[in-house]
């Protein structure tokens, strides 16, 4: 770590279940958004539908539970996808439409 970044709090990420991502780790860091940004394409342009990439895969490995055990939605700043968000003031609009909890995870509205 550069002397200069010494000060800076790095992310707390909660770790994923499983052995391994649906890609190297290193490759989700970086390129998490163009899987999930193609795989909504596919899915909502030509009805591809593969598991590999799709949201509610991610956020099923991905889970944060709270203290009763229950997984924290995307206003809980534990979230995963808050873990590093917050910190490279990243903001996504996805989860206005996309459930941000294992399970109930569908798409809200008038959609299938
Ligand atoms: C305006 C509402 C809306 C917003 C905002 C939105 N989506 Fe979606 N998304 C949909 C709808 C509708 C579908 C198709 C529903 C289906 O096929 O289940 C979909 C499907 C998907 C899929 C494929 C299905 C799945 O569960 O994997 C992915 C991946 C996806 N969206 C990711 C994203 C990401 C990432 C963002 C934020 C950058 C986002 N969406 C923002 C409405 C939205
Ligand atoms: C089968 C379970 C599983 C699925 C499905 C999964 N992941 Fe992962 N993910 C993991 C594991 C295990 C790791 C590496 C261990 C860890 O968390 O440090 C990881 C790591 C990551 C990282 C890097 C975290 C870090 O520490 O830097 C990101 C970002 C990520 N995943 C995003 C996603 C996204 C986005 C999806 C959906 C497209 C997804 N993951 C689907 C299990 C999964
Ligand atoms: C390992 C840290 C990390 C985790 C965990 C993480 N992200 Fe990201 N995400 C980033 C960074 C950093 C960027 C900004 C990258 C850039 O601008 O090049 C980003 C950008 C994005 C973008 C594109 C935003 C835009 O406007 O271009 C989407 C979509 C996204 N992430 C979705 C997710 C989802 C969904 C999750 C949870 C399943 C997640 N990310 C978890 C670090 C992370």
């Keep these: 770590m550069a002397p200069a970044f010494a000060d800076i709090p790095k992310p707390k990420i909660p770790k994923g279940k ?3 991502c649906v890609e190297d780790t290193n490759v989700m860091r970086k390129n998490h958004m163009e899987f999930l940004l193609h795989q909504r ?22 889970a944060v539970h709270d203290e009763n055990n229950m997984p924290v939605g ?11 968000h917050a910190y490279a003031a990243v903001s996504i609009d996805c989860f206005e439409c996309h459930q941000s909890k294992p399970d109930v995870l569908k798409v809200s509205g008038s959609s299938p």
Excluded: Y
């Design 41 to 62: 394409d596919e899915t909502v342009h030509d009805g591809i539908r593969t598991k590999k990439h799709s949201l509610k895969e991610c956020l099923s490995c991905h």
């Design 18 to 20: 499983g052995e391994r």
């Design 74 to 84: 995307i206003d809980d700043k534990r979230h995963f996808c808050n873990s590093c």
